[in-house]
Nanobody, 127 residues
Framework: QVQLLESGGGLVQAGGSLRLSCAAS????????MGWFRQAPGKEREFVAS???????????DYADSVKGRFTISRDNAKNTVYLQMNSLKPADTAVYYC?????????????????WGQGTQVTVSS
């Protein structure tokens, strides 16, 4: 089992920045794929960003088109923590953000690729 705890959400004005953190505990060795998703009221949960490691310990980051160039995902293995740096925030980024972990099998953007989920943290961007 893997437990995920998100933090760092809050209220920010458009154009501002936030950094989300996701601390993982438990059997983290089984989770080479870490991702962030978000869900706005009345909408489906959508992929935001992911980071995965290869057998040669090279890390690959992927982003949804809507956040590319504004958001950056990173991980600190020593702390078992994944971060999502969000810059140039827009009101459309308002949502509950979820951290997720899984084992990469070829698809990084689908919720089915992730086994473990955090409780979510609210991000609200005012105009």
């Amino acid at each position: 089992q893997v437990q995920l705890l998100e933090s760092g959400g809050g209220l920010v004005q458009a154009g501002g920045s936030l950094r989300l953190s996701c601390a993982a505990s438990g059997r983290t060795v089984s989770t080479d794929l870490m991702g962030w998703f978000r869900q706005a009221p009345g909408k489906e949960r959508e992929f935001v960003a992911s980071i995965r490691s290869s057998d040669t310990m090279i890390y690959y980051a992927d982003y949804a088109d809507s956040v590319k160039g504004r958001f950056t995902i990173s991980r600190d293995n020593a702390k078992n923590t994944v971060y999502l740096q969000m810059n140039s925030l827009k009101p459309a980024d308002t949502a509950v953000y979820y951290c997720a972990a899984g084992s990469y099998s070829g698809t990084y953007y689908a919720t089915r690729s992730y086994t473990y989920w955090g409780q979510g943290t609210q991000v609200t961007v005012s105009s």
